[in-house]
């Protein structure tokens, strides 16, 4: 925590953003071309914990080919920007603090798993130094996206606790997303640092929440919104986020919108409506190639909840 306290001082980060678990599209992890492919892990083994948040991942892909995709349609996309296609495969899971009892955890969150194809556009204003992003997911929560099998087969490869009370998740339901997010550059000190504010909404059956918030960058760092810049082939700096959100709605917690047959979820009025959550970590880029290194804590997310914490990986590849 002190290490943390000490980055974020010297980052100078006011205020934050929405919080979310997996954000490939923030500026900061921009790869500077229309077409790649990236891969990200979370898991809150990297903060040895094992409850909450416990893993997520994501395959990504862009492409101009994926202009013609149908989705496209529906997503708001400003007119004279250069704009970027993406598609993603995510899955996230979430478990309580015991995960050995069979039994149901009252007071603790439920067993919970998603699995969603994002469609996204990345639109990008060089001129007002602005990015207007939009995407639409579309998925499955409970059984249906194998979060049990997922978690138990790594327990069992890594020798961890067999998890017992996944038949107490939240039952399946459909997952319909719509979210947008505006990010705009407030500062720029050559490549050396910078300073974004961001305004994101989601709405849906999974989430419903808005919020608002400020990215720092520092190091080596080629940034999507300047064209007066040379850009580099090599970057490497640090990042830090302080996020903030308004909660209107979470099935990972609440169950889903239609299907109301969980056999535990939180009521509503124990949801808190006002979380808070911090990024920070280390992103290399070459050539080729997208590394990142990341770790997040958030504050507590219901009424009986603590705070969390996780980390993450990130590899991209250029094609």
Do not use: C
């Amino acid at each position: 925590m002190k290490n943390l306290k000490l980055y974020v001082v010297i980052m100078l980060l006011p205020l934050g953003m929405l919080a979310q678990k997996i954000d490939n599209m923030a500026s900061f992890r921009d790869l500077h071309s229309k077409r790649y492919f990236r891969i990200n892990y979370d898991n809150d083994y990297f903060a040895s914990r094992d409850q909450d948040y416990t893993q997520g991942y994501s395959f990504e892909w862009v492409a101009p080919k994926l202009v013609q995709n149908p989705v496209n349609t529906i997503l708001i996309q400003p007119k004279n920007t250069e704009k970027k296609y993406g598609i993603s495969l995510e899955h996230i899971g979430f478990t309580p603090n015991n995960i050995k009892s069979p039994n149901i955890q009252f007071g603790d969150r439920p067993f919970a798993a998603t699995i969603m194809l994002k469609s996204f556009s990345i639109a990008t204003d060089t001129l007002h130094k602005s990015r207007f992003i939009a995407s639409f997911n579309m998925g499955l929560i409970g059984p249906g996206a194998f979060g049990k099998e997922m978690q138990v087969a790594i327990h069992e490869a890594t020798g961890n606790t067999i998890p017992e009370g996944w038949q107490n998740q939240i039952k399946n339901d459909v997952v319909l997303n719509y979210e947008v997010s505006y990010e705009k550059q407030l500062f720029q000190y050559r490549n050396f640092f910078s300073l974004q504010s961001t305004a994101r909404a989601r709405v849906g059956s999974l989430f419903t929440a808005a919020g608002l918030g400020v990215t720092s960058t520092l190091g080596i760092v080629n940034s999507p919104f300047s064209t007066h810049l040379p850009k580099k082939r090599f970057a490497l700096y640090g990042f830090a986020q302080t996020l903030a959100q308004v909660v209107g709605y979470d099935a990972t917690l609440q169950g889903g919108l239609f299907n109301r047959k969980s056999p535990y979820t939180i009521r509503n009025h124990e949801i808190e409506r006002l979380t808070a959550q911090v990024n920070f970590g280390l992103i290399l880029q070459t050539k080729t190639l997208y590394f990142e290194y990341s770790r997040a804590l958030i504050t507590r997310e219901f009424e009986m909840g603590k705070s969390s914490k996780w980390g993450g990986i990130k590899v991209g590849f250029r094609m």
